[in-house]
């Protein structure tokens, strides 16, 4: 009897190593899948990352509200804030900056990576 009911227990538990395997294997497949680091551009890239996440806040129409007047709708924008510092500065809350967005949580690694990609292309209008 004790026999058995150490069997099922083991059956028990690698079923549910399995399963927490099968996951992990998953949600590796779609982090590597999901975070292209290789086609990173202004237009595919950039821009909708700062749409999603900050144009409430920063685009040409708000940023005098709501924004402190700094704009990230038009390239040349948003390549002055990547070449002073403050875009990366923000979005990564490192000291010495005002943390974005504003009341938001804080941005993925993946597109934190990609404004990364983009300006270590060289703030390309691409
Ligand atoms: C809810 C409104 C809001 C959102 C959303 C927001 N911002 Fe801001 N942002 C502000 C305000 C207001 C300031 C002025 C500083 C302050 O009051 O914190 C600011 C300041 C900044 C600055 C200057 C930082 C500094 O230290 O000088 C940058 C760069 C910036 N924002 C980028 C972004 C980016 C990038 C996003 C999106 C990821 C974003 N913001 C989202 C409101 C917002």
Redesign the pocket.
């Given at each position: 009897m004790k026999h058995i009911l150490k069997t099922a227990t083991f059956l028990l538990l690698l079923s549910f190593s399995g399963c927490y395997y099968d996951n992990e294997e998953k949600l590796y497949a779609e982090v590597s899948t999901t975070c292209d680091l290789t086609n990173v551009t202004f237009a595919a890239s950039v821009k909708p990352?700062?749409q999603a996440?900050?144009?409430?806040?920063?685009s040409n129409s708000?940023a005098n509200s709501?924004?402190?007047g700094?704009k990230?709708e038009n390239y040349a924008d948003v390549q002055t804030?990547a070449k002073n510092g403050?875009?990366m500065?923000?979005?990564n809350h490192s000291n010495?900056?005002?943390?974005?967005?504003?009341?938001?949580g804080k941005?993925t690694d993946c597109?934190i990576n990609q404004?990364q990609k983009w300006i270590d292309n060289g703030t390309l209008n691409n």
């Open positions: 990352i700062l996440s900050c144009f409430s806040c920063h708000s709501s924004g402190a700094i990230l804030q403050k875009l500065g923000s979005v010495g900056y005002q943390a974005m967005p504003k009341g938001g941005l597109e404004l």
